[in-house]
């Protein structure tokens, strides 16, 4: 099935970064582009500087579902993804454009067997147990379709794009969880992602920024939060100060301003000290820190999901 304006596609990529507009990109961001994106290359290239070019919007996973809303002659698709919430953007999902060849007919997959998600930080997908690699650095959240009994552990998945299946390492994947996690086992997915590259609208193990981490966590756990900040405090439970714990969020605004920063509770508080985990735009990177001054001061909310 061709794509088409009005239909769904999937990404048949490991990753496929979300752009504001075919025009916006950079000379450095070739290597996202294109029917193989080098994620890991285009963000070990960027400089401090470009780690937060505005031109990306985020980043959506391999199987993950658009609605296509517009396909120009030069290759570019006009998308909305369906599993990134954005209520204040659409309705419908966060709107940006891809590249068309990352694009491909949604999978047709039995829906009595219960998906898979990657738990691994990066796993590769290949043609044969044990063969040659045909997809590369799928990163932890991706959630597959498994097609098949496990050889010699060896997982055969189906991949949107390909007629037969591929195959992951057993160890690499875990079944799709059907119940709530607790908010800790959240935060130690988030944990594993310390000292990761901070890239302004990353959501994958390759580069990440404050929001991502929390979005990817939890889709680790099958649970859908929206994409940015903002929209993420809309969709959860305001807590007093206080009675935060580990894994809880915290919501961050200057005066008047709209919440620009979020971080994961990473302890309980103690007094006046408390802890995050979170993709750090001043630094450049996931770290754990007890909040600086300048974060108490713009702290505003503590959250639960």
Do not use: N
Not at 255 to 263: A, K, Q, S
């Amino acid at each position: 099935m061709e794509l088409q304006p009005g239909r769904e596609a999937a990404v048949r990529v490991p990753v496929a970064t979300l752009w504001s507009a075919p025009e916006a990109v950079r000379p450095i961001d070739g290597a996202a582009l294109g029917d193989t994106p080098d994620t890991a290359a285009w963000v070990a290239g960027m400089d401090r500087d470009q780690q937060v070019g505005e031109c990306v919007l985020s980043q959506l996973l391999l199987g993950e579902r658009v609605l296509v809303t517009e396909l120009r002659a030069d290759g570019w698709a006009q998308v909305v993804a369906l599993e990134q919430p954005a209520a204040k953007l659409d309705p419908r999902g966060y709107p940006g454009w891809l590249p068309t060849a990352q694009l491909t007919a949604p999978a047709e997959t039995d829906a009595s067997a219960g998906p898979l998600v990657v738990d691994a930080t990066l796993t590769a997908l290949r043609t044969a147990p044990d063969g040659p690699v045909a997809l590369p650095e799928v990163v932890l959240g991706t959630r597959l379709a498994p097609a098949g009994r496990t050889v010699d552990g060896w997982r055969p998945v189906h991949v949107p794009g390909r007629m037969d299946p591929l195959w992951v390492p057993e160890a690499d994947v875990v079944p799709l969880p059907t119940e709530r996690p607790e908010a800790k086992e959240v935060l130690a997915v988030a944990e594993r992602l310390h000292d990761l590259v901070y890239v302004w609208g990353g959501v994958s193990s390759h580069g990440i920024d404050c929001s991502g981490l929390v979005h990817l966590a939890w889709r680790r756990y099958g649970v859908t939060l929206p994409r940015d900040a903002d929209d993420q405090a809309e969709a959860t439970s305001p807590l007093a100060l206080g009675e935060e714990r580990p894994g809880d969020l915290y919501f961050f605004a200057r005066p008047g301003r709209r919440i620009h920063h979020i971080g994961i509770v990473s302890s309980e508080p103690q007094g006046e000290v408390r802890r995050m985990l979170h993709a750090c735009y001043i630094q450049r990177v996931v770290i754990e820190q007890r909040l600086p001054d300048y974060r108490e001061a713009t702290l505003v909310a503590a959250h639960r999901v």
